[in-house]
């Protein structure tokens, strides 16, 4: 029952900030929310007994990326945000588009079967702790995936570094 | 016990709002943070799925997305410094060049 209504909160509150995000008209807010958003979903992955992807979750997205979107969000003109409308004309068809998208997924869910279980109960990741059981899987199975991780992150590094800079007048 | 299709259907509300935002806004930031928004919705599937399946797969999955979210992240705030600074403006319906 208690797990019950700690979803139940999750989830509401998941999904309100997730309305908030798309429907505020200050950008900075939305940063704000989408702060409170990544926490209450680290909290799920607590729920989850995943407590190594929750604390990825608040270093990487709360950490880092919310920090470049507020870097990016200071070159906006607030004022002049606040003046104009927030949708573009399409705003109804993509409306219309998101709902009949969720209902199409949740049909499908319908029809959906889990995979026999696998070898990592609880019990498992409670002896073996999950941090290591996630690094002998990432470092043996998945280390070429790995490897070609660290090498997206370096071309992002070199791609934004390239795309931001400024022209050289030669 | 939470059964798992609550977390699916959760996963898919959130990336029904990630689509609309996405598709929708007239801020070029906020179509990003839908985009993050989607991505934030399938890492809830994928991790809610390995809890539930006792697979930690799901898990390694999720942290692939997460470091390619970064990535997508800090690219794409790059081309929006560089629209800031060719065209003054953080707003998709300003951007027309291509269409002909």
């Not at chain 1, 992807?53 to 070159?75: S, W």
């Not at chain 1, 059981?133 to 990432?138: I, S």
């Amino acid at each position: 029952m208690i797990q019950q209504a700690f979803f139940a909160y999750f989830a509401f509150v998941i999904t309100i900030l997730s309305l908030l995000i798309v429907t505020r008209k200050n950008p900075v807010h939305s940063v704000m929310w989408m702060l409170l958003l990544f926490f209450h979903i680290a909290g799920m992955y607590l729920f989850l007994n995943a407590e190594f992807m929750a604390a990825i979750q608040v270093i990487v997205y709360a950490g880092g990326i919310l920090v470049l979107f507020l870097f990016a969000v200071l070159l906006v003109n607030i004022r002049e945000e606040l003046q104009i409308g927030k949708y573009i004309g399409a705003a109804p068809t993509s409306f219309t588009f998101a709902g009949g998208l969720f209902v199409v997924i949740v049909m499908s869910l319908r029809s959906f079967v889990a995979a026999p279980p696998g070898i990592y109960s609880i019990e498992l990741i409670k002896q073996e702790t999950h941090t290591k059981a996630l690094g002998k899987l990432l470092y043996t199975e998945f280390l070429y995936p790995f490897e070609v991780a660290s090498l997206i992150l370096l071309v992002a590094i070199i791609g934004a570094i390239v795309l931001a800079k400024r022209r050289l007048k030669s | 016990m939470v059964p798992l299709s609550w977390y699916m259907v959760l996963g898919a509300v959130v990336f029904a709002i990630g689509v609309f935002g996405f598709l929708s806004r007239k801020n070029i930031i906020i179509v990003f943070m839908s985009i993050e928004l989607m991505l934030n919705a399938v890492n809830i599937n994928l991790i809610s799925m390995s809890h539930y399946i006792q697979d930690l797969r799901g898990q390694i999955l999720a942290f692939f997305v997460i470091a390619v979210a970064a990535a997508e992240a800090a690219i794409g705030l790059a081309i929006v410094i560089a629209l800031f600074r060719n065209k003054a403006t953080a707003h998709v319906d300003e951007v027309k060049e291509m269409q002909g």
